[in-house]
T-cell receptor, first 118, second 108 residues
Framework: DAGVIQSPRHEVTEMGQEVTLRCKPI?????LFWYRQTMMRGLELLIY????????DSGMPEDRFSAKMPNASFSTLKIQPSEPRDSAVYFC????????????????FGAGSRLTVL | GQNIDQPTEMTATEGAIVQINCTYQ??????LFWYQQHAGEAPTFLSY????GLEEKGRFSSFLSRSKGYSYLLLKELQMKDSASYLC?????????FGKGTTLSVSS
């Protein structure tokens, strides 16, 4: 398995521009998560999907952020317009949702997209 | 609200044992995870506790007390490559919420 695949790995853009981050989860995983990581705030949950349906987007900072999951193998996180304070590493992660002591619930992360907004 | 606390930084020497503590107060609980993250890389899974007690996996062990809202990660026979950030994360039943991480520096 290729793991969780994110693109782009690095993005440098100017304030006001639209940014789209992409994620392909592990095949067979039914939950997908978007996190943002900064030195100050650590790893923050932005939004997560279960079976392609957004379950909780309360972590999305504001209306400039939006996320979609049109099918089980693809998700996007969009920032429009971008601001310098959005500079961070954005991680996508996926898992099989289950309970108990099995390997389910283990979250596998992509390599991340490092965003710099000038 | 959700609150997960762990020390910001720790230092240790090669060959030593270090214990990284984590306390949590969350709206739900369905297991606690420890992840390791090297600088510039993604977090990777280390251990998982859903019942009270100790889980051992090689040089790493993790302990959970659900009544106390407490966990620790124990690293034995420290090696330089163990220098990384260690993230405590609680599965609330729907999402995985992370602490800010403990940066461990191992010196020779």
């Amino acid at each position: 398995d290729a793991g969780v695949i994110q693109s782009p790995r690095h993005e440098v853009t100017e304030m006001g521009q639209e940014v789209t981050l992409r994620c392909k989860p592990i095949s067979g995983h039914n939950s997908l998560f978007w996190y943002r990581q900064t030195m100050m705030r650590g790893l923050e949950l932005l939004i997560y999907f279960n079976n392609n349906v957004p379950i909780d987007d309360s972590g999305m900072p504001e209306d400039r952020f939006s996320a979609k999951m049109p099918n089980a193998s693809f998700s996007t996180l969009k920032i429009q317009p971008s601001e310098p304070r959005d500079s961070a590493v954005y991680f996508c992660a996926s898992r099989v949702t289950g309970t108990g002591r099995s390997g389910a619930n283990v979250l596998t992360f992509g390599a991340g997209s490092r965003l710099t907004v000038l | 609200g959700q609150n997960i606390d762990q020390p910001t930084e720790m230092t240790a020497t090669e060959g030593a044992i270090v214990q990284i503590n984590c306390t949590y107060q969350t709206s739900g609980f369905n297991g606690l995870f420890w992840y390791q993250q090297h600088a510039g890389e993604a977090p990777t899974f280390l251990s998982y506790n859903v019942l009270d007690g100790l889980e051992e996996k090689g040089r790493f062990s993790s302990f959970l007390s659900r009544s106390k809202g407490y966990s620790y990660l124990l690293l034995k026979e420290l090696q330089m490559k163990d220098s990384a950030s260690y993230l405590c994360a609680v599965n609330t039943g729907t999402a995985l919420i992370f602490g800010k991480g403990t940066t461990l520096s191992v010196s020779s």
